[in-house]
T-cell receptor, first 114, second 112 residues
Framework: KAGVTQTPRYLIKTRGQQVTLSCSPI?????VSWYQQTPGQGLQFLFE???????NKGNFPGRFSGRQFSNSRSEMNVSTLELGDSALYLC?????????????FGPGTRLLVL | GNSVTQMEGPVTLSEEAFLTINCTYT??????LFWYVQYPGEGLQLLLK?????DKGSNKGFEATYRKETTSFHLEKGSVQVSDSAVYFC???????????FGKGTMLLVSP
């Protein structure tokens, strides 16, 4: 079974631009979560989608948004990029998004904002 | 709120040494507990998990026991290898939510 895939793997943007990151979950998985990883703040939850609905959201500004498609693929968008948005963005998928389920992570998209 | 505290690293060991990485948590309700590992340049991989008190998770020689009395989930391995060098994250999720709350991570460096 193919794992979680994320595209692109690396991205360089400038302040004020917007960016869209993509995540394809493991086949059959309907829950997709996004996390931001930075050296200072560590791993922080952004949002979770299940069956095209956002079920849970972390404490991030409205510039961060996401969506999920009927095939469970997910995208996240960051508008008006700031230098502090430079981070590794990780996507994780699980079957139904239950608390005891294992979440499988992709390799991440490394975003650098200049 | 929910939180995870794990020992700061780096932890530096010689090959075949005993490893302990401490993890304690604060949570509402009864969380599921996880250890994830991150190798350089990669995403996170599940190492082991425990979903109820007194459960022991184990994988690849690593073990951790869910201790509700001490709200802890310490990671142990009897004999580490150079290939175990990585960053280890303790995490929890609470009933009804898949959201993971992570500790800050502990870097492990194993020398031959």
């Amino acid at each position: 079974k193919a794992g979680v895939t994320q595209t692109p793997r690396y991205l360089i943007k400038t302040r004020g631009q917007q960016v869209t990151l993509s995540c394809s979950p493991i086949s059959g998985h309907r829950s997709v979560s996004w996390y931001q990883q930075t050296p200072g703040q560590g791993l922080q939850f952004l949002f979770e989608y299940f069956s095209e609905t956002q079920r849970n959201k972390g404490n991030f500004p409205g510039r961060f948004s996401g969506r999920q498609f009927s095939n469970s693929r997910s995208e996240m968008n960051v508008s008006t990029l700031e230098l502090g948005d430079s981070a590794l963005y990780l996507c994780a998928s699980s079957l139904r998004g239950l608390s005891q389920e294992t979440q499988y992570f992709g390799p991440g998209t490394r975003l650098l904002v200049l | 709120g929910n939180s995870v505290t794990q020992m700061e690293g780096p932890v530096t060991l010689s090959e075949e040494a005993f490893l302990t990485i401490n993890c304690t948590y604060t949570a509402t309700g009864y969380p599921s507990l996880f250890w994830y590992v991150q190798y350089p340049g990669e995403g996170l991989q599940l190492l082991l998990k425990a979903t109820k008190a007194d459960d022991k998770g184990s994988n690849k020689g690593f073990e951790a026991t869910y201790r509700k009395e001490t709200t802890s989930f310490h990671l142990e391995k009897g004999s580490v290898q150079v290939s175990d060098s990585a960053v280890y994250f303790c995490a929890l999720s609470i009933t009804g939510y898949s959201t993971l709350t992570f500790g800050k991570g502990t870097m492990l460096l194993v020398s031959p």
